[in-house]
């Protein structure tokens, strides 16, 4: 179930957010991130992701969010969790004067490079970065750099 744009609004300003990132790895151990489109990280460097919905088990939302976000759609069992997370905003989606707050599930989706056709919906441009870049990239969002020590962990122990 997806709220009309006032009802969205009230419960912004209510509750927080459950949402679902990807943190993308290709085979050369680079992250696959996105130029923001929309608020509350409007032209950050930003992985891809998506709300839970309501009514909406983490399993069909984790394969609707990786179809929309990927071009492409994951079993979130074949997945590695990395971590819950919150992010706060100063500003939503639908009005700047209003915070936001998402309760945030990481999850690794490990992928050869040619598996992602992102569409052009949240993000208007896409590039893989170096997990050594990751940190020092100024343009890359803080919220997309707290599963940083999680990700290394994974992939050395993996």
């Known amino acids: 179930m997806q709220l ?35 608020s509350p990280a409007k032209d950050w460097w930003f992985v ?32 590695q969790p990395l971590g819950l997370y919150e992010h706060f905003y100063n500003v939503s989606m639908l009005c700047k004067g209003t915070s936001t707050h998402y309760i945030n599930m990481q999850y690794l989706i490990q992928v050869n490079e040619s598996e992602t056709r992102a569409p052009n919906i949240q993000h208007h441009a896409y590039r893989w970065l170096s997990l050594d870049e990751v940190g020092q990239d100024p343009l890359m969002h803080k ?5 940083t020590p999680s990700l290394f962990s994974a992939l050395n122990n993996g």
């Not at 839970?52 to 179809?67: H, P, Q, W």
């Not at 919220?143 to 599963?147: D, G, I, P, T």
């Open 48 to 79: 891809p992701g998506g709300r839970v919905y309501k009514d909406e088990t983490l399993k069909n939302a984790f394969s609707r969010i990786t179809l929309s976000e990927l071009g492409m759609e994951y079993d979130i069992s074949k997945c």
């Open 4 to 38: 009309e744009d006032q009802g969205f609004l009230q419960l912004i300003r209510l509750a927080p957010l459950f949402s679902i990132d990807l943190v993308v790895v290709n085979n050369r151990r680079e992250l696959f991130v996105g130029k923001r489109v929309n």
């Open 143 to 147: 919220n997309s750099k707290l599963f």
